[in-house]
């Protein structure tokens, strides 16, 4: 059975992360994806650690695509860049606007030569606005100051969650004006921003911002509407979740302190304000098991927990391995672990992995 997206031809003029992530969701699901790259290659083929034979920054985010070197800056290149686009069905883009548009590959231009394509502009700021970065796009929609510890300043996140957040919202763009096209036979214009991107992923706290400033605040490891107490075990650290009265009663007789009837503890909201008393409290008992020990009883008993992991044994878990949520993909001499996305299917098929593309030899 043919992956849902076969057919479907999609051109790239991408860098960096949250462009090309757009197009592996689109790959992963069957689309032909043409990468269009410059001369000397998209910037992440040489930032970071390798994998292989490419920078594993650029492989994490470029399977399951074709490339072409193109220079559009140059007139005759970016008339076979323009040709390329116009035979395709979606293009997505997330070089600076003013370079598209000397080149004659802004959404509009594009469009006017071809009405049923779809083309996607990823932009920092929108397309009028400076130029930004996943940081930049945290700093300025509250995330960064949303993040860290109740006291000191704010972080940004350890994950350039903003990237991949638009590049996943942009293919769901893509989904949408496809089916538009399918009804209408008319393409469209997506543009997303990062900025949008992080003030979205924020919805909640917006709200709860407005109703009352307070429950916004920097709060580390807490959250603001559910006690979610940041327990030391023997071998690291355990989270545990309690936002019921049957939560902190399990709690309590599967950790032993006589807590359970406590008046401090009685409410959602007595907890949430006592965490770090509850952390004093439970921290002796904690401390006499190891994470996997704890887990397994808190479990049993209906209280949502779950140890704190570093990427060390994320990467080796035997679960997500089997389940094939991590991969590796051949990429010269070496491999590149990947992560695939996160939807079960029943029935709908992907594409099987490629690994990403190699640079095409000069000359």
């Known amino acids: 059975m043919a992956a849902v997206l076969e057919g479907l031809k999609v051109v790239e ?6 462009g090309p992530s757009c197009g592996q969701v689109l790959g992963d699901l069957g689309a032909r994806v043409i990468k269009v790259e410059p001369p000397q290659g998209d910037v992440t083929r040489r930032m970071g650690p390798m994998a292989g034979d490419v920078a594993a920054l650029y492989a994490s985010t470029n399977r399951n695509k074709e490339v072409v070197c193109l220079d559009i800056t140059r007139p ?4 076979q860049a323009r040709a390329l686009a116009c035979d ?9 606007p003013a370079m598209l548009g000397k080149a004659g590959l802004g959404g509009r231009e594009l469009r006017q030569l071809n009405p049923r394509l779809i083309v996607v502009l990823v932009t920092g700021f929108g397309a009028g606005g400076p130029a930004g970065t996943d940081g930049l796009a945290q700093a300025s929609s509250g995330l960064m100051a949303a993040t860290g510890s109740v006291q000191g300043p704010g972080f940004r996140t350890g994950a350039s969650v903003v990237d991949v957040s638009t ?4 293919a769901l763009g893509v989904l949408a004006a496809l089916e538009n096209r399918r009804q209408t036979g008319e ?18 706290q917006i709200g709860l911002y407005d109703a009352d400033p307070s429950f916004a605040r920097r709060n580390g490891n807490h959250s603001t509407v559910s006690c979610t107490p940041m327990f030391e075990t023997a071998d690291g650290r355990l989270l545990t979740t309690i936002l019921t009265t049957r939560h902190w ?10 807590l359970e009837g406590d008046p401090r503890f009685e409410t959602n909201e007595q907890r949430c304000a006592a965490q770090a008393d ?3 409290l439970f921290d ?3 401390r006499r098991k190891t994470r996997a020990e704890w887990t397994e009883l808190l479990r049993a008993a209906g209280v949502p927990c779950g140890p704190e992991r570093p990427y060390a044994e994320v990467v080796a878990d035997p679960e997500l391995i089997a389940r094939g949520m991590l991969f590796r993909l051949p990429q010269g001499e070496g491999s590149s672990l990947q992560v695939r996305m996160p939807l079960e299917f029943e029935t709908t098929q992907r594409s099987a992995p490629k690994p990403p593309p190699v640079l095409p030899r000069k000359g």
């Open 13 to 18: 003029f991408t860098h960096m992360v949250a």
């Open 76 to 79: 005759e290149e970016a008339a």
């Open 88 to 96: 395709a069905d979606v293009v997505v883009s997330n070089l600076a």
């Open 167 to 170: 590049g996943v919202w942009a």
């Open 187 to 204: 393409g469209d214009f997506i543009r997303i921003s990062l900025a949008d991107t992080c003030l979205y992923m924020q919805y909640a």
């Open 249 to 258: 009663q399990a709690l309590c007789r599967t950790a032993g302190p006589a």
């Open 278 to 280: 509850i952390e004093a």
């Open 284 to 286: 002796a008992a904690m």
